[in-house]
T-cell receptor
């Protein structure tokens, strides 16, 4: 099936530092979505990227879709303790959603 | 609007026993997904329904897992017989029929097989 890899698997940052997670697909995607899952919770939708090279911002979060529509990144500026959780990309190849391996973010106060 | 409902929230069974999970998606959502999430991993798609038809079940272990969505609304996922490695959270999600929009997830069922 679809291979969607994310790096890093874990990231510990001091509060106020920046954080980036990268998502790579083995195939060209129709679109890509990002989700956040708090410990013990369920994935919650953050954003969807559709166009090649698209960049979207949500406050301190910046999402980017690669030109080839095979990779994406999520960047958080000046992390806060509320950013703690696991960030997943979800690759859409047309009809199916495949989740990446996730990046677990720990923010040290 | 009401969210995706799942039950039970927790289930503990012995290996070789059977178990069933129930999901009621958001009203009007034609697409329903079942995911398996093992601790520390990303959700793995088990099966996708479009109304009452199966779109993708390529990763469903069909020798022990089955799922149905007979009336195109709620769905059940069954495991028979369960193995230790089936211990995971089983997540149900649904999406609106128009376009590739966000997936709304239920709270999940945490299954422990002992």
């Amino acid at each position: 099936g679809q291979q969607v890899m994310q790096i890093p698997q874990y990231q510990h940052v001091q509060e106020g530092e920046d954080f980036t997670t990268y998502c790579n697909s083995s195939t060209t995607l129709s679109n890509i979505q990002w989700y956040k899952q708090r410990p013990g919770g369920h994935p919650v939708f953050l954003i969807q990227l559709v166009k090649s090279g698209e960049v979207k911002k949500q406050k301190r979060l910046t999402f980017q879709f690669g030109e080839a529509k095979k990779n994406s990144s999520l960047h958080i500026t000046a992390t806060q303790t509320t950013d703690v959780g696991t960030y997943f990309c979800a690759a859409n190849t047309g009809n199916q959603f495949y989740f990446g391996t996730g990046t677990s973010l720990t923010v040290i106060p | 609007e009401a969210g995706v409902a799942q039950s039970p929230r927790y289930k503990i069974i012995e290996k070789r026993q059977s178990v069933a999970f129930w999901c009621n998606p958001i009203s009007g959502h034609a697409t329903l997904y079942w995911y398996q999430q093992i601790l520390g991993q990303g959700p793995k798609l088990l099966i996708q329904f479009q109304n009452n038809g199966v779109v993708d079940d390529s990763q469903l272990p069909k020798d022990r897992f089955s799922a149905e969505r007979l009336k195109g609304v709620d769905s059940t996922l069954k495991i028979q017989p369960a193995k230790l490695e089936d211990s995971a959270v089983y997540l149900c999600a649904s999406t609106h029929p128009t376009g590739h929009t966000e997936a709304f997830f239920g709270q999940g069922t945490r299954l422990t097989v002992v």
